[in-house]
Structures are given as structure tokens and as C-alpha cells.
Nanobody, 118 residues
Framework: QVPLVESGGGLVRTGDSLRLTCTTSARTFSTYSMGWFRQAPGKEREFVARISSGGGITSYADSVKGRFTVSRDNAQNMLYLQMNSLVPEDSAVYYC???????????WGQGTQVTVSS
């Protein structure tokens, strides 16, 4: 089991920044590539960003490229998503997950709400 807990969401204005954090007690954290998805009301869950197990390789959805940065601290079992230049279209529930590749285990956090006002 890999319990995942997100935090850091909130209500911000257009142009503001937020940093999301995901933590786990699982000792296997550093063996998994990890990432973030988001889901807005009435829309399907969509990929946001992923990072390799060692942190050296990252990839992003086109909609967030250049504004969001995913990182991790394996010593602390922490995954981060730094979100800059937020816009209302970024409003969604953000989920931390191990399911960033088809063969990865299917673990998800409970989600954290991000709301960006115009």
C-alpha cells in the first residue's frame, strides 16, 4: 500500500502561485515515478505532470508547461507541484498518484482543491 496525502490547495487570484505537497509513509516511495492529475467539475481527470523515481526526468501537459514544476524529495517522501501564473482554467481538484505509467501501481490521494479567481 502507498497511502498518499495531498495538501497546499486553496483559493487564489489570477497570477498567483501555489505549491502542492504530497506525502506518504510508504518506504517504497522512492522506487516509483510519481505525478499529478487534476479534475475540474464536469470534466475528465487529466494529466498534469510526472517525475521519474530519481527525479531526473519530468514531463508536463502542454497547458501547464513553463508555469508548473514537479519535484520530489525522496529522503522526506515528498512530492511537490509548484504552480505559478495561475489562471482560472487551472481550477480543479489536484491528485497525487503513482499511476503515471500504465504498468505503475494504482494509488491515488484524496485530492486537494485549487480555485483560481479572475
Amino acid at each position: 500500500q502507498v497511502p498518499l496525502v495531498e495538501s497546499g490547495g486553496g483559493l487564489v487570484r489570477t497570477g498567483d502561485s501555489l505549491r502542492l505537497t504530497c506525502t506518504t509513509s510508504a518506504r517504497t516511495f522512492s522506487t516509483y515515478s510519481m505525478g499529478w492529475f487534476r479534475q475540474a467539475p464536469g470534466k475528465e481527470r487529466e494529466f498534469v505532470a510526472r517525475i521519474s523515481s530519481g527525479g531526473g526526468i519530468t514531463s508536463y501537459a502542454d497547458s501547464v508547461k513553463g508555469r508548473f514544476t514537479v519535484s520530489r524529495d525522496n529522503a522526506q517522501n515528498m512530492l511537490y507541484l509548484q504552480m505559478n501564473s495561475l489562471v482560472p482554467e487551472d481550477s480543479a481538484v489536484y491528485y497525487c498518484t503513482t499511476k503515471v505509467w500504465p504498468n505503475n501501481p494504482d494509488y491515488w490521494g484524496q485530492g486537494t482543491q485549487v480555485t483560481v479567481s479572475s
